[in-house]
């Protein structure tokens, strides 16, 4: 359900079409490598139920959640995808995986005897990845005991093992040493799977012909925010607009918002919009008299927040964006300001912001 536009406080703008380019984009990329979608975390804050079947439209057949709720959304999106859940097992529910056909990935030892003792008692195979740990130390088994399952007559044998997998930890930072040790690891134990395809690439891995293996798994590069560090995102899918509630003249020395955190240095023009970090602009994009938030455009001048950002309200320094009145637009995201241009001001990465975004706005997909 989507807020109408007449009752929420900014308009959430999703280019499904941009999103399709992007996928597209890392497909040209790989040179032919098969290109999954990580979709976790409700597409990244964009919606998975648009977003998984303008992936598949665009040639997508393979997609990662990380809880089993969103495999089961994903499932009546996407009826015939491969879906595989990141996070592990969960708990009792095995018989969701049968139920909508969802693939689990094995992350630990325990998880791949309760899913060996539950194809037993079924008597089918049923397909599962199987995460080894290289690096990051998060989920995984670690190398030894993938290479125990590699061995014939283990508890292996009670599943399909469909896909060996993996997860890079600093992919964004070319050059960093943990890469090449990971790809290493990695190299070692797909050896001991022949015939099971492989999977390492995150976006930043999919930059890298020795992480791209049999599947790539992107997510943040298909939502346009920066995947590596010093390269440019690709085409940007989300803006967000807000109108201009109120528009007030302050005096020199006034200060606005909470804590009195931010104090004009001249007589100024403040612009109200109805958002606010329960929004999910989150508080650190905000200005105060030591720190510049996050720009944003008004008039098609780059503005900065006045202030700190409350709950349900931001308000914005317009002084140099020429006549503004209510009505009129700020758009926070888009027109050349970046997922990443706030994230960076909020000392955060494009991840969060996208997967802050809140669910008051009112959202319109495009494409
Ligand atoms: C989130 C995630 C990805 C995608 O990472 P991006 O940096 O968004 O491309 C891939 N693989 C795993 C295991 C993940 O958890």
Not at 17 to 28: D, Q, W
Not at 94 to 110: K, M, N, Q
Not at 121 to 135: C, E, F, Q
Not at 296 to 306: E, F, L, S, W, Y
């Amino acid at each position: 359900m989507t807020i109408p536009q007449n009752e929420a406080g900014a308009v959430l703008t999703i280019d499904l079409a941009a999103l399709a380019a992007n996928y597209r984009t890392i497909v040209a990329m790989g040179g032919g490598v098969p290109v999954a979608a990580v979709v976790k975390a409700d597409a990244y804050g964009l919606g998975i139920e648009r977003v998984g079947p303008a992936l598949a439209g665009a040639g997508c057949t393979t997609f990662f959640v990380a809880h089993l709720s969103e495999a089961r959304r994903l499932r009546a999106a996407v009826p015939d995808a491969t879906i595989y859940v990141l996070n592990g097992l969960f708990g009792a529910a095995l018989d969701t995986y049968l139920a909508h056909d969802i693939r689990p990935v094995l992350g630990s030892r325990e998880d791949v005897e309760t899913f060996a003792e539950f194809c037993n008692g079924l008597g089918r195979r049923l397909p599962a990845a199987i995460h080894v740990d290289t690096g990051m130390n998060r989920l995984g088994l670690d190398l030894a005991e993938a290479a125990l399952l590699a061995e014939p007559g283990t508890a292996a044998l009670a599943f399909t093992p469909a896909l060996i997998m993996s997860h890079l930890a600093c992919a964004d930072e070319p050059g960093h040493p943990l890469t090449a040790r990971q790809i290493d690891r990695f190299q070692q134990i797909r050896g001991l799977f022949p015939g099971i395809p492989s999977s390492l690439a995150n976006s930043a891995g999919c930059t890298l012909p020795a992480a791209r293996h049999d599947l790539m798994r992107p997510g943040i590069a298909l939502y346009g925010a920066r995947f590596v560090t010093g390269r440019d995102p690709l085409a940007p899918v989300v803006r967000l607009d807000a109108p201009i509630v109120q528009v007030r003249g302050i005096r020199a020395g006034d200060t606005v918002g909470y804590g009195a955190a931010w104090t004009a240095g001249r007589s100024s023009r403040i612009a109200v919009v109805s958002v606010g970090y329960a929004d999910g602009y989150i508080r650190q994009a905000g200005s105060t008299d030591r720190k510049t938030g996050a720009p944003m455009r008004v008039n098609g001048v780059i503005c900065q927040p006045a202030g700190r950002v409350s709950m349900d309200l931001l308000a914005i320094d317009v002084t140099d964006a020429g006549p503004v009145s209510a009505g009129d637009t700020a758009t926070l995201i888009g027109d050349g300001v970046g997922v990443d241009d706030v994230a960076e001001a909020a000392g955060t990465i494009g991840y969060e912001i996208l997967t802050s975004l809140g669910k008051r706005y009112h959202r319109r997909y495009t494409g």
